[in-house]
């Protein structure tokens, strides 16, 4: 069964930094692109970066570009997202994703929440 | 970036049809852009339905339907059950990032 545990979300001041994880089971994880996407309270969903098996192929939304880093360790079947500068805007629930086969965005995390305030 | 745009909300009486659709700013929505959809009710993450325009995930229920329909993808409901109420979002493969649209709020009434 495949699991997608996301961890890390806390309280952050305007400016801080954070890492948060997702820990994947259940598949090869080195085998398949992963994705975070957000979502702020009470909005809608935000694509926010991808990441190859091999940790090449990143790409970012535009809002997080030369602040936010994801990353992979495939030793230890976790995805990460090194989150520096963080905004007000950036408060929102973060959710690991697995893409499958034909670019299907098929399983997700449970999410964790990230809140930048002050 | 790419703006991704959904119907805000429709509604749709039980046992009937419903299409929602996903249109891009940049042109007509093709096989490439990799349409995706996605359920989300309250509370919860959210879950994949289709994939790929038309593929359906091996849980998605038969009444899902994926297309695409004049220069948008189109997520087709038909025999709709109140289970069905829901958050429903595109999502699109932009050449590099991918975007989602703005969802759409679907009522059972």
């Known amino acids: 069964e495949v699991q997608l545990v996301e961890s890390g979300g806390d309280l952050v001041q305007p400016g801080g930094s954070l890492r948060i994880s997702c820990a994947a089971s259940g598949f090869t994880f080195s085998n398949f692109f992963m994705s975070w996407v957000r979502q702020a309270p009470g909005k809608g969903l935000e694509w926010v970066a991808k990441i190859r098996g091999d940790g090449s192929d990143i790409e970012y939304v535009d809002s997080v570009k030369g602040r936010f880093t994801i990353s992979r360790d495939n030793a230890k079947n976790s995805l990460y997202l090194q989150m520096n500068g963080l905004r007000a805007e950036d408060t929102a629930v973060y959710y690991c994703a697995k893409f499958g086969v034909e670019w299907g965005l098929d399983f997700w995390g449970q999410g964790t929440l990230v809140t930048v305030s002050s | 970036q790419t703006v991704v745009t959904q119907e805000p909300s429709l509604t749709v009486s039980p046992g009937g049809t419903v299409t929602l659709t996903c249109a891009s700013s940049?042109?007509?929505?093709?096989?490439?852009?990799?349409p995706n959809w996605f359920q989300q009710k309250p509370g919860q993450a959210p879950r994949a339905l289709i994939y790929?325009?038309?593929y359906k995930h091996s849980w998605t229920p038969a009444r899902f339907s994926g297309s695409l329909l004049g220069g948008k993808a189109a997520l087709t409901l038909s025999g709709v059950q109140p289970d069905d109420e829901a958050e429903y979002y595109c999502?699109?493969?932009?050449?590099?990032?991918?975007?989602f649209g703005g969802g759409t709020k679907l009522t059972v009434l």
């Open positions: 790929s325009t038309t």
């Open positions: 940049t042109g007509a929505v093709t096989s490439g852009s990799y």
């Open positions: 999502l699109l493969f932009c050449g590099g990032p991918w975007v």
